[in-house]
T-cell receptor, first 112, second 116 residues
Framework: GESVGLHLPTLSVQEGDNSIINCAYSNSASDYFIWYKQESGKGPQFIIDIRSNMDKRQGQRVTVLLNKTVKHLSLQIAATQPGDSAVYFCAESVGGYSTLTFGKGTMLLVSP | GAVVSQHPSWVICKSGTSVKIECRSLDFQATTMFWYRQFPKQSLMLMATSNEGSKATYEQGVEKDKFLINHASLTLSTLTVTSAHPEDSSFYIC????????????FGPGTRLTVT
C-alpha cells in the first residue's frame, strides 16, 4: 500500500508485482521529463525520459506515461524486484537544455 | 561512458572552516555542470549552474559568497563551502551535461558534508 511519511511518500509492493509511481509536475510550460532512481547514499540514476510530444514511452521493464492535461507523470515498473527498492524522483524541464526541477520523490519498498 | 565522479565522497569539518568538493566528468567534456543539495528524505534542490569559463548562475536564496563555484575546465567544477556551519551539513550532488547536444545530465555519486 501507499503511505505518506513526514517528507517522503512510500509505496510498498511484493516482489513480482507491477509498481506505479506517480508525479504531479508544476510547470505547464515543461516539455521534457525524466525519472530517476536514487539508492541510499548515491546520486540519481537515469531511468527513462519523455518529451511532451509523446504520451508514452517504454524501456526495459519500465514505462513512462505523460498526461499534459492534468500535468501528471507516472512510472510503471513491471515485475518489481528487490533491487528496485529506492527513492524515485521525477524531474521536469522547460526545454531540455534548461535546469531540472525535481519532484518530492517516492520511496519504493519491494519485499521478497 | 558518461561517468561523473565527486571527491571527497564524505567529509567532516569543523564549524567556521571551508571545504572544497570536486566534480569531474571522467570520459566526456562538460560544458555545463550543476550543483544540487539534498537534505535527508527530501528532494534535490538546484543550487547553481556553471558553464565552463564563466561565472556560475545561482538559484534564488543560495548565497554566492558562501558557496563558491569554479568551472575552470571542461572536466572539472568545484564547490567551496566557506565558513561552514552545522546547517550546511547536507548531501551535495553535481551533474554534468556534455557537448554532444543531448539533454541528459549525468550525476555524480554525491558528497556527504557534516559540519560539527
Amino acid at each position: 500500500g501507499e503511505s505518506v511519511g513526514l517528507h517522503l511518500p512510500t509505496l510498498s509492493v511484493q516482489e513480482g508485482d507491477n509498481s506505479i509511481i506517480n508525479c504531479a509536475y508544476s510547470n505547464s510550460a515543461s516539455d521534457y521529463f525524466i525519472w530517476y532512481k536514487q539508492e541510499s547514499g548515491k546520486g540519481p540514476q537515469f531511468i527513462i525520459d519523455i518529451r511532451s510530444n509523446m504520451d508514452k514511452r517504454q524501456g526495459q521493464r519500465v514505462t513512462v506515461l505523460l498526461n499534459k492535461t492534468v500535468k501528471h507523470l507516472s512510472l510503471q515498473i513491471a515485475a518489481t524486484q528487490p533491487g528496485d527498492s529506492a527513492v524515485y524522483f521525477c524531474a521536469e524541464s522547460v526545454g531540455g537544455y534548461s535546469t531540472l526541477t525535481f519532484g518530492k520523490g517516492t520511496m519504493l519498498l519491494v519485499s521478497p | 561512458g558518461a561517468v561523473v565522479s565527486q571527491h571527497p565522497s564524505w567529509v567532516i569539518c569543523k564549524s567556521g572552516t571551508s571545504v572544497k568538493i570536486e566534480c569531474r566528468s571522467l570520459d566526456f567534456q562538460a560544458t555545463t555542470m550543476f550543483w544540487y543539495r539534498q537534505f535527508p528524505k527530501q528532494s534535490l534542490m538546484l543550487m547553481a549552474t556553471s558553464n565552463e569559463g564563466s561565472k556560475a548562475t545561482y538559484e534564488q536564496g543560495v548565497e554566492k559568497d558562501k558557496f563558491l563555484i569554479n568551472h575552470a575546465s571542461l572536466t572539472l567544477s568545484t564547490l567551496t563551502v566557506t565558513s561552514a556551519h552545522p546547517e550546511d551539513s547536507s548531501f551535495y550532488i553535481c551533474s554534468a551535461r556534455g557537448t554532444s547536444g543531448s539533454y541528459e545530465q549525468y550525476f555524480g555519486p554525491g558528497t556527504r558534508l557534516t559540519v560539527t
